[in-house]
């Protein structure tokens, strides 16, 4: 995988659609995430995330329930959240049994579409390394820089 | 609570091919624009627009030596960008553990409510 890339996951003792709703209810979202969301979960809806006096604004990309919800984000503040310049948040969710879901998360950027297909293939061989070893990678370099 | 990595700098290192120009700056100590146009496979304009969001975050500053531009990185800046974003991993745990109770609890109550049901009815 070539970009920044955060992934989690947890196993919740509910159902799918139990757990759907926790996710994409915007009063339920308020709980977990954002003080304030202002967000219609609907695909290509345009929202607003605050955290305290900050906050920013999601666009949503797929809402697939009970298995898929995903949103961008973190786009420089005066441009449309689109493939390259934000960041993409995904849910998903698989039932493990009727009473177990195993809930994964992901932040990621995306490849850069306005790429030739060349350049593309070119870069993802140049720089395989994810998320994870980047930060490990930058963390050694400033620990031997400071010394 | 929550953490919030500032806009310029995820943005900065959100990018790949910006990390790209990041990383080697960081591994050739002073380049100029020029050298780093060679080493990617983009433009030149590309590079000098990478180079001018990092440096707007931060991330790199430029030193004038005789007639070229060089940028190095700042050191700094780069402990805090890395220590943010492990941060955000934590984050993201955080918010699972909150769905999850969340989600639980949702559950353990639409079953007692289902429970009360049944017995009403019998």
Redesign the interface.
Same mark, same amino acid.
């Given at each position: 995988m %070539? #970009?920044?890339n955060?992934e @989690? *996951?947890?196993l919740? *003792? +509910?159902?799918a659609d139990?757990?759907w @709703? =926790? =996710?994409t209810e915007p009063e339920?979202m308020s $709980?977990? /995430? +954002?003080d304030r969301v202002d967000l219609v979960v609907e695909p290509g809806a345009h929202g607003y995330l605050s /955290? #305290?006096d900050?906050g920013?604004p999601v666009v949503i990309e797929t809402v697939d329930p009970p298995t898929l919800f995903s949103f961008r984000w973190?786009?420089? @503040?005066d441009e449309v959240p689109a493939a #390259?310049?934000s960041?993409l948040v995904e849910f998903r969710l698989t039932p493990e049994g009727d009473?177990r %879901?195993r $809930?994964q998360?992901a *932040?990621r950027?995306v *490849?850069?579409r306005d790429?030739a297909e060349e350049?593309k293939v @070119?870069?993802a061989d140049?720089?395989r390394e994810g998320?994870g070893e /980047? $930060?490990d990678r $930058?963390?050694g370099?400033?620990s031997a820089?400071?010394r | 609570m929550t953490v919030q990595v500032d806009d310029r700098l995820w943005s900065a290192i959100g990018d790949p091919s910006r990390r790209r120009v990041l990383d080697l700056v960081i591994g050739n100590e002073r380049v100029s624009a020029s050298w780093l146009a060679d080493q990617v496979p983009f433009s030149r304009q590309a590079v000098s627009k990478h180079l001018g969001v990092l440096e707007g975050a931060g991330l790199v500053s430029r030193q004038r030596q005789g007639r070229e531009v060089l940028y190095q990185v700042e050191i700094d800046r780069l402990d805090q960008a890395t220590r943010e974003m492990t941060e955000l991993a934590v984050q993201w745990d955080r918010r699972l553990v909150a769905i999850k109770r969340l989600a639980e609890a949702a559950h353990a109550r639409a079953i007692e409510e289902d429970n009360q049901r049944r017995n009403r009815d019998d």
């Open positions: %070539t #970009g920044l955060i @989690r *996951e947890i919740i *003792e +509910a159902p139990v757990v @709703r =926790i =996710i339920q $709980l977990w /995430f +954002a /955290f #305290g900050q920013g973190n786009h420089p @503040r #390259g310049n960041m009473q %879901t $809930l998360v *932040e950027d *490849e850069h790429w350049e @070119r870069y140049e720089h998320w /980047f $930060l $930058l963390a370099v400033v820089m400071s | -």
